[in-house]
């Protein structure tokens, strides 16, 4: 089975400022996806970024980029300029592509981030 | 707005009762996922339905049962409930996986279930 960890229960920066959140996972798969999912305060669960294990490029969304490295299997988060809006739980997931999908999403615990203004 | 809608979004019930919980999926999805998320814990995958069938299960209890309609929509069913059934269901869908598919899923807002 996917495992998914991510090691920083809490992260605190300054606005305006650069933070990287890891995730770290454990597959013997080849095609996957892995996403960073953002739960705000309202509790909705909100697509920040998608990467396809296939890709060598990282993906990038305005100012969410990841850093994806297949071999070591972390997946980490930047976001730059914080914002206050950025403050919310950020869960990394796992998708195994050969399942089909089959059982959907395995998420890390989250990493709880804080925007100090 | 993602396009999937939970009902109720808050319930409030007794220890030994059972409540049932609504998810109708994006148009055009045929998936149904159940999420279960405990105070300050990540998503726990309940099950999955894909087009009637059941397709994966996860760490659901045997207390709890669930169901795809031919109109694609599901319902949770939690009964004999405990202190510790009190969370966040979340239900979510996804297009098919395929060649096309981006392997994202679309959460609804959640029902609250707080269990006395």
């Known amino acids: 089975a996917q495992t998914v960890t991510q090691s920083q229960p809490e992260m605190s920066v300054q606005e305006a400022e650069t933070v990287t959140l890891s995730c770290t996972y454990d597959t013997s798969e080849s095609d996957y996806y892995l996403f960073w999912y953002k739960q705000p305060p309202s509790r909705q669960m909100i697509l920040v970024i998608r990467?396809?294990?296939?890709?060598?490029q990282n993906a990038t969304e305005n100012r969410f980029s990841v850093n994806f490295q297949k071999a070591a299997k972390s997946f980490s988060l930047k976001i730059s300029d914080s914002q206050l809006g950025d403050a919310a739980m950020y869960f990394c997931?796992?998708?195994?592509?050969?399942?089909?999908?089959?059982?959907?999403?395995?998420f890390g615990k989250g990493t709880h981030l804080i925007i100090q203004p | 707005d993602s396009g999937v809608t939970q009902t109720p979004k808050h319930l409030i019930t007794a220890t030994g009762q059972r409540v049932t919980l609504r998810c109708s999926p994006r148009s055009g999805d045929l998936s149904v996922y159940w999420y279960q998320q405990s105070l300050d814990q990540g998503l726990q995958f309940l099950i999955h339905y894909y087009n009637g069938e059941e397709r994966a299960k996860g760490n659901i209890l045997e207390r709890f049962s669930a169901q795809q309609f031919p109109d694609l929509h599901s319902e949770l069913n939690l009964s004999s409930l405990e202190l510790g059934d009190s969370a966040l269901y979340f239900c979510?869908?996804?297009?098919?996986?395929?060649?096309?598919?981006?392997?994202?899923?679309?959460f609804g807002e959640g029902s609250r279930l707080t269990v006395l």
């Open positions: 979510a869908s996804s297009e098919p996986f395929g060649q096309i598919s981006t392997g994202e899923l679309f």
């Open positions: 990467q396809e294990a296939y890709k060598q």
């Open positions: 997931a796992y998708a195994s592509y050969s399942g089909g999908g089959a059982d959907g999403l395995t």
